[in-house]
């Protein structure tokens, strides 16, 4: 069967980064000037406008991806500032007005009948023209230019602000004993002090979440807690300060009255003030909820300090909650994670992974050996063809583990959108899923917490929605739907890792590959509603967080903020001295104004997930899920691929039942 290789590539040093970003810069700029050149735009035109969009958008990854992933300090900084030049030519090229004037002058036409184009064109036509208005064009030319200044700084703010998160290399030592409780293989995993008498752990997850999660000594849970809350603090704090005043400046020229009316025009909310009222409704209902969860967790501290000795301070502190949520599980549940992640190594849920979104989506993966279009020894590249058809339809890479330098957290990357090029001809896509699991050792594998398994499946769906699409436009293709649904997809299937026959499909022990006993499983589908209260009032104080620094009119102090709300809505308070702000990636990455999405899209998520329940490995709901959900991208609303798909209109109840607030 046919196999394409991407179009784009990784191993460029960082003087070649330098060149072919000008180069694809350069190219470009010929392209509409060639086309601003044309006074009355055709169909024709319009095919050749998408053409050179997507032609700067693949060719720009190779330029800007390396700062996520290469192993050269000097490439990460050649593709940090590739990617500060590419949006400010983004910006730049946003405000042409000959392309503006073509592009309305075609509509124009089309609506009084002269031209007929399919109805994604039109979709298409509409959105640029939006997008034109949203960078100004219809401004006075001082306005304008102040506009794209306003907008090419924030990009330089924000590739700092992450590439700062990025290199970020904070540790702590601790002696064998300010470590009890963490199991022998996570010692093993640490680095050691030249005598050998202390480990080093750093803010990385495989590090972190572990120590929070089961160390024994509240001292040291409370030093690692304080380094991750002023994790680059100093570096990072001026840089949100100046793009908040600067978004406001964007939202201000544009009549708008907050940066957040601003962003939500364009998402499925529509308005600040439904969002507010969303998040405010929720925390309404999940607060009675998070009284009983606290209470419970506050039990657990009064009988474990009462047994050891330690004062009880009467509260569950912000480097309290998973240790005693983890606890709690071990209690009540009879969860014991360490044993648990026994049964969840890398390689044996990446292959039960497979097998199931195979399965339900109708697709065949097969691995690729190609290492020279890899960037580290460690990734796997994956082909992905349709089952029936056999036609070969992208491709994605896989990054598990972590380094210096690497991104932090777990995202996937759109490093090659799907679309139609002008003669008809389709791009495929292709797209890579960073993650930091724990490394393995020379005598364990790497081995998953169930909670990384949850993640895990999470981001491989949005590489799915990446590699289903079937959009012609290429600015529709992918995950380029509103930014409140584009979770949607991937947190409906997050839900298969609490049920029985898919979970049984991606575990087995490590060392005598028995299956996971029944009672575990069990044990984990149980799980589910542990906290829920508590757990998604802290996504409730994170929205809140971003709308109030976007809704204000004025500077906010976020230190003082972030305290205020992190303990009136998530009932756990802050560790004086820290101001996580410089750690909150999304608000500098895409999700400003639109962190609520991720409880927003859940309400969808539950519904879709109702239609699935007892078929969960159905390959005819799994079609239709396919086509339905995945395939469209922005070709049509979310809220229409929602209806499309269940028949009928979205309902909150699936959702409220779904996070514990009414009875199944």
Known sequence: ???????????????????????????????????????VWGEKELRLLGEAEMAFETNSSSCTFPMYVSTDAAVREAAAKAEVQMDAYRVEASQRED????????????????????????????????????????????????????????????????????EDVTNETFLREELSGMPEPWLESLKKTEDGLKYYVTLK??????????????????????????????????????????????????????FSDYALEIRMAKTADTVVEFLLELKEKLKPLADKELARLLELKKEECEATGMEFDGVVNSWDMLYYHTMLLDKDYQLDESKLQEYFPLDVVTKGMHEIYQTILGLRFEEVKDLNRQWHEDVQLFAVYDKDTGDFLGQFYLDMFPRDGKYGHAAVFGLQRTGLDASGKRQLPCCAMLCNFTPPTEDRPSLLKHREVETYFHEFGHVMHNICSEARVHSFACTRVERDFVEAPSQMLENWCYEGEPLSMMSEHYLDKTPLPDELLQAVIKSRLVDTGLLNLRQVFFGMFDMTCHRSPEAVVTETLWKELRKSISLIPQQEGCNPTAGFAHLMGGYESGYYGYLWSEVYSADLFLAFQGRFLDPTMGMRYRKNIL??????????????????????????????????
């Not at 069967?1 to 694809?24: D, G, H, K």
């Not at 073509?102 to 939006?130: D, I, Q, S, T, Y």
């Not at 809350?229 to 001026?238: L, S």
């Open 631 to 664: 395939a469209p991208g922005g070709s049509l609303d979310g809220m229409d691929m929602v209806r499309n798909f269940l028949g009928r209109e979205p309902s909150q109840d699936a959702f409220l039942k779904h996070i514990g607030l009414v009875k199944a």
């Open 99 to 166: 392309i503006y004037l073509a592009v309305r002058g075609f509509n124009e036409r089309c609506e009084k009948g002269e031209v007929v184009v399919e109805p994604e064109l039109k979709r298409w036509v509409a959105k640029l023209l939006r997008d034109f208005r949203r960078s100004g064009l219809e401004l006075p030319k001082d306005d304008k230019d102040k506009l794209g200044e306003c907008k090419k700084r924030i990009s330089e703010l924000c590739t700092e602000f992450s590439k700062n998160l990025n």
């Open 1 to 39: 069967m046919a196999y394409f290789p991407p179009l784009i590539s990784f191993n460029r040093t960082s003087e070649e980064i330098v060149e072919y970003q000008t180069e694809i810069i350069e190219k470009n700029k010929q392209d509409l000037d060639e086309l601003g050149a044309i006074e």
């Open 205 to 258: 997850y495989p590090d972190m979440l572990p120590l929070m999660q089961r160390c024994k000594i509240a001292e040291t849970r409370k030093r690692m807690d304080f380094l991750k809350g002023r994790m680059c603090q100093e570096a990072n704090i001026p840089l949100f300060d100046e793009v908040l005043a600067l978004r406001r400046e964007v939202a201000s020229l544009l009549g708008f009255d907050t």
